[in-house]
């Protein structure tokens, strides 16, 4: 196995692979068969059962994603949220408390917001540039800090290394999504966070033709978390496991060209005068510019923007461009283009979405791997209509 200290376009590629591989082969199989010939007395968590995490193809798979993260361990889940679940249902129990960033997927504020009562947890969203309210909403109860390295859409970057901090100071669990980021623009285990997890749906699987989820930590914190997704059954079957390490094999080249592209389309975008705003932390303009630079080795493949039109130009920005696909979801090679309020975030109350400044006329771009000039040329033509 190749993974300690190397960069992240060789750990991409080496990373959890077996030399020689299974009857030689350079690519790791797909091993589909879900029982396995066994020893006596062999423990209930360790029978290889693909339910149970632990057959050949996820051992692989685990080895790989944990090289990715510079982790001790990691572990696949059916999906991104089935990754958010199983993380909180494995490190929070009836009556504890968790800090929350206030600009969370939709999806995992929907599951707190729906669910913690019945769970007995309580919450509170905190903002992850305001260092100073932190203390305050921290209870006796809180037993986990749960935020995003790049939030979802307004792409705010909190406080990170403080926020490791404050969690280490004060006994909590920190627990960030690093999604947006991936390994390749920061390394949340190594800035202090104790377990991250990914919607491998997105920028790990990179081609938008799997739904996956990864959890990264120490070997006694994902070994808890296997546990609790071994009962509750989010395995990660392995042909999906297979397409997702393959597409690891290339996160850091597609991610650095996306990290280009959202720079470049940006740029653009400021600079055009249909348009109203533009967020993407490379732009000296972004609230939270001068940390992310210290923070992020690249600033991301994802952006958003607002037209002076408001939402009528928004809807017919979706409609006039012809490269970039309108659809939910990111972190793919083609680029996308949405608008949130309608779709990623079309659970929350329309109170909160404004709050947060998901305005019904911001519409999201994740960049693809497309020539530079070729996606510039496609809003450009797209803004002049
Ligand atoms: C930041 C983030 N976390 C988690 C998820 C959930 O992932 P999945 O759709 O794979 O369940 C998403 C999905 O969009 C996401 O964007």
Redesign the pocket.
């Known amino acids: 196995m190749h993974t300690e200290g190397g960069s992240i376009e060789t750990v991409a590629v080496h990373g959890g692979e077996r030399r020689p591989g299974p009857e030689g082969s350079a690519v790791f199989p797909i091993y589909q068969s879900t029982v396995y010939s066994m020893g006596p007395g062999t423990a209930y968590h360790d029978i290889p059962y693909i339910r149970l995490n632990s057959t050949p193809s996820q051992r692989y798979l685990h080895d790989k994603l944990a090289a990715l993260e510079g982790a001790e361990a990691a572990l696949a889940t059916s999906?991104?949220?089935?990754?958010?679940t199983t993380t909180l249902l494995s490190t929070l129990r009836a009556g504890d408390h968790l800090l929350a960033g206030d600009s969370?997927?939709?999806?995992?504020h929907d599951f707190l917001t729906e669910h913690s009562e019945d769970l007995g947890w309580r919450y509170t969203f905190v903002d992850v540039n305001r260092p100073e309210t932190w203390a305050a909403a921290r209870t006796r109860q809180t037993k986990v800090f749960l935020v995003?390295t790049i939030t979802?859409p307004m792409v705010r970057v909190g406080l990170l290394d403080e926020i490791a901090a404050f969690g280490r100071r004060e006994g909590l669990l920190t627990v960030i999504?690093n999604?947006?980021a991936t390994p390749v623009n920061f390394r949340p285990l190594a800035a202090g966070f104790d377990l991250c997890?990914?919607?491998?749906?997105?920028y790990l699987g990179g081609h938008s033709d799997l739904?996956?989820?990864c959890v990264m930590g120490s070997a006694g914190l994902v070994e808890r978390v296997r546990r609790t997704l071994n009962h509750f059954g989010g395995s990660l079957d392995p042909h999906t496991g297979f397409l997702l390490a393959r597409g690891v094999k290339t996160l850091a080249l597609r991610v650095r060209a996306q990290n280009e592209n959202a720079l470049a389309l940006a740029r653009f975008l400021a600079g055009h005068p249909a348009v109203a705003a533009v967020h993407y932390p490379g732009l000296p303009s972004h609230p939270d510019h001068a940390h992310a630079a210290k923070l992020l080795s690249g600033f991301g493949g994802m952006l958003s923007l607002r037209l002076r039109g408001g939402e009528g130009a928004a809807e017919a920005l979706l409609g006039a461009v012809q490269l970039a696909y309108p659809a939910?979801?990111?972190g793919g090679v083609e680029t996308l283009i949405t608008r949130p309020a309608t779709s990623?975030h079309a659970g929350m109350r329309p109170e909160n979405r404004e709050r947060l400044g998901i305005t019904s006329d911001l519409v999201r771009v994740s960049c693809g791997i497309e020539a530079q000039q070729d996606l510039i040329a496609d809003f450009s033509q797209a803004l002049a209509n």
């Open positions: 999906s991104g949220m089935a990754a958010v969370l997927y939709g999806g995992t995003e979802n999504d999604t947006f997890f990914h919607s491998a749906t997105k739904v996956a989820g939910v979801s990111l990623t």
